[in-house]
Structures are given as structure tokens and as C-alpha cells.
């Protein structure tokens, strides 16, 4: 069936520093891809999304790209900031499934230390 | 707009009890799903409710059980709670049943279970 794998975390950085978490997926077709994100204490919420290959999404400096060759969807920042520290999942709808099933991967915890 | 809220924020139960939980979805949303979240894991879908009725189930047992409501607020019930049920259960809310992706989730509920 589809799924999602992410790169373990923890990851620790300092602030300004460059972040690449790494999403691969299996799917049948060309699903559209999505970052989450849950800030401490907080519920998830969309970070970007892309629904064809080659498209970038992007929100709040972070961007990541729909490689369908790849079947990639790595999240990318360029300069961190403390605020970023947070649990990031990637996921795609499960289209095999029942509707509105998100397929989640484990989720990849950032540290952004000052 | 109001987003989408869950009630009670934490409890905790003793293993064979009943638990319900509560989701308010957000401003025009006639869809809701429920997620079950462990320690370190992505969410896990449960089950999605439409105008109502049941519309999709993940991989959980018939002991978990939902509702909607006219207003589209929902409620998880979860019978006979194990200790492996202790987990944080997210609520979210979509527009329609279309799986786009797009979910409003709730903080939610983290369920602890003795």
C-alpha cells in the first residue's frame, strides 16, 4: 500500500542554520504531497503542499519540491530560527482507501538551539 | 472563524473503562476525522464522519466508535480502554469529503489510560 518514510529524527541545529528533512513516498499515481507541522503542545497544522510533479510549495521560508523521478518531497529551510523547533511530518491522502485518509510518516523532531 | 476545538484537554482512565471525547470543527466544515496519536508516532487515522454518517474506518477495533452531530461537531467513544490506547486523539475538520489533503486539527485530547 502507499506509504510515507521520513528521516529520523531528532535533529539538533543552531539558529541560521541550513535544514533538509527527507520525505520518500509510495504511491500508485501521482498524489499531491504535504508537510505538517506541530509546534509543542499544539495539534498539526499544513505547513505547504504540492500536488503535481515539479511543483514547490513553500510557506514561512521553508519550501520543498515534488520530485516525481525521486518520488521525493524533501522539506528545506535556508536559515532556522528557534521558532521553527517543532515535530514535521510528511503525509499524502490514501486515495486506496477510505476518503480523507491522510498517510502520515513517524515525524522528524527539530531542535533549533539560540 | 472559529477553529476547531476539542474537549477535555487531558484525562486519565483506568484500563476496561469508557471514555468520550469532544470535537467542535471549524466554521463550515461538515467533515471531521479522528486521529490517534502515540508517543513518537504520526497520527493514525480511525474513522471520518460525513453529513453523519460513518464515512471510512481505519485499522482499530469496533470498541472505538464515533458521532456526528447536525451541527457537525463529532465525539469518539472509546469502550474497555486498554493501556495501549493512551495516546493524544486529534480531531479534524475539512470543508467537504473530497480528499484533498487539507485538514483543521484540534489540539487535541491526550487520553492516558492506568
Known amino acids: 500500500g502507499d506509504s510515507v518514510t521520513q528521516m529520523e529524527g531528532p535533529v539538533t541545529l543552531s539558529e541560521e542554520a541550513f535544514l533538509t528533512i527527507n520525505c520518500t513516498y509510495t504511491a500508485t499515481g501521482y498524489p499531491s504531497l504535504f508537510w505538517y507541522v506541530q509546534y509543542p503542545g499544539e495539534g498539526l497544522q499544513l505547513l505547504l503542499k504540492?500536488?503535481?510533479?515539479?511543483d514547490k510549495g513553500s510557506n514561512k521560508g521553508f519550501e520543498a519540491t515534488y520530485r516525481k523521478e525521486t518520488t521525493s518531497f524533501h522539506l528545506e529551510k535556508g536559515s532556522v530560527q528557534v521558532s521553527d523547533s517543532a515535530v514535521y511530518f510528511c503525509a499524502l491522502p490514501n486515495y486506496g482507501g477510505s476518503q480523507g485518509n491522510l498517510i502520515f510518516g513517524k515525524g522528524t523532531k527539530l531542535s533549533v538551539k539560540p | 472563524e472559529t477553529g476547531v476545538t476539542q474537549s477535555p484537554t487531558h484525562l486519565i482512565k483506568t484500563r476496561g473503562q469508557q471514555v468520550t471525547l469532544r470535537c467542535s470543527s471549524q466554521s463550515g466544515h461538515n467533515t471531521v476525522s479522528w486521529y490517534q496519536q502515540a508517543l513518537g508516532q504520526g497520527p493514525q487515522f480511525i474513522f471520518q464522519?460525513?453529513?453523519?454518517?460513518?464515512?471510512g474506518r481505519g485499522n482499530f477495533p469496533p470498541r472505538f466508535s464515533g458521532l456526528q452531530f447536525p451541527n457537525y461537531s463529532s465525539e469518539l467513544n472509546v469502550n474497555a480502554l486498554e493501556l495501549d490506547d493512551s495516546a493524544l486523539y486529534l480531531c479534524?475538520?475539512?470543508?467537504?469529503?473530497?480528499?484533498?489533503?487539507?485538514?483543521?486539527f484540534g489540539e487535541g485530547s491526550r487520553l492516558t489510560v492506568l
Open positions: 504540492a500536488t503535481k510533479a515539479d
Open positions: 464522519y460525513y453529513r453523519e454518517e460513518e464515512n
Open positions: 479534524a475538520s475539512s470543508r467537504d469529503r473530497a480528499n484533498t489533503g487539507e485538514l483543521f
